[in-house]
């Protein structure tokens, strides 16, 4: 009779021993020390620490800021090798709030993407195959509270639509793309159509100075008196000027305000030869020229 039992009991031992040996080694932590090149270092020397680990179909490697333990990502890899992607990346905001998920196979992105800010509104999403992108979805908020512009892209069937909102959520304008051919559809504060035009490219364009007569930096080096903070009592070294304005849909600079204090005259010399530069050339929207605004910065080199 006891021989009818034997060879189960061998087995069960045998199961028993295995599936203990597996739990010690999914439960074992690696630690990788490494510089802020992700180069491996001594440990006296790392600023980041990783805690590898094996899971059931991947191995989980959390990375996180030596000086306080912080977590700043994580990502899934093959093997231990960390040399194929394969599984979930998290990466995290200093507020520890999650900042993007990506989930790769065989290193390449497969499945879905979402990044947030750090308040945690969605900022961008997509669905991609082999690190194509087959469909997005990007938002973007003032002061991270409200949202003012979404665009939607399919590559698949080639569409796209840019959608501008007001405060409270209500289209002002939204620009639809089939191809190459797109509505550019004005909104009424009511909801209803004001008017829609066509457009035939999807390129944009920042506003810039024209660049006949040597552009910007000659324009500078003819108009510019960079003895201005001398003569108002610098005594040396170097100071940058940024001044915001506003291009024009016509090319006209208006609106323009300096955003530092060096003072000496650096301001007000800058704010003159932008009120008598030559028209811009405008930004455009999908072929429309829009209004855009603008932070030009000019350096004194101020020799005392």
Request: no cysteine; aromatic share 12%.
């Amino acid at each position: 009779m006891r021989k009818k039992f034997l060879y189960p009991l061998v087995i069960l031992t045998f199961l028993l021993i295995t599936a203990g040996t597996k739990g010690v080694a999914q439960n074992r932590v690696y630690t990788y020390y490494l510089n802020a090149k992700m180069e491996s270092v001594p440990k006296e020397k790392a600023v980041i620490v990783g805690k590898g680990r094996t899971l059931d179909t991947a191995y989980l490697v959390q990375y996180y800021r030596l000086i306080d333990n912080h977590l700043l990502w994580l990502e899934q890899f093959k093997d231990s090798t960390l040399e194929i992607l394969h599984g979930d990346r998290v990466l995290y905001h200093p507020n520890r709030k999650v900042e993007e998920k990506t989930h790769f196979e065989n290193n390449r992105l497969n499945g879905l993407m979402i990044k947030w800010d750090s308040t945690g509104n969605m900022t961008d999403s997509g669905y991609y195959k082999e690190d194509h992108l087959l469909f997005g979805v990007e938002k973007r908020y003032v002061r991270n509270r409200w949202l003012y512009n979404s665009v939607e892209t399919d590559s698949i069937n080639n569409t796209m639509r840019d959608t501008d909102y007001d405060s409270l959520g209500n289209k002002l304008r939204e620009i639809a793309f089939v191809g190459s051919n797109g509505t550019w559809t004005e909104y009424k504060k009511d909801g209803s159509v004001e008017s829609v035009d066509s457009v035939f490219t999807r390129e944009d364009r920042d506003a810039k100075f024209p660049p006949q007569n040597g552009g910007w930096r000659t324009y500078l080096e003819r108009n510019l008196d960079g003895m201005v903070p001398i003569r108002n009592g610098a005594t040396g070294g170097q100071g940058t000027v940024i001044i915001q304005f506003v291009v024009e849909k016509d090319g006209t600079l208006s609106g323009m305000k300096p955003l530092t204090k060096i003072g000496y005259g650096a301001e007000e010399e800058v704010l003159r030869i932008l009120k008598k530069s030559p028209k811009w050339i405008p930004a455009s929207r999908y072929g429309k020229p829009v209004k855009a605004y603008r932070k030009q910065p000019i350096t004194f080199n101020i020799r005392g």
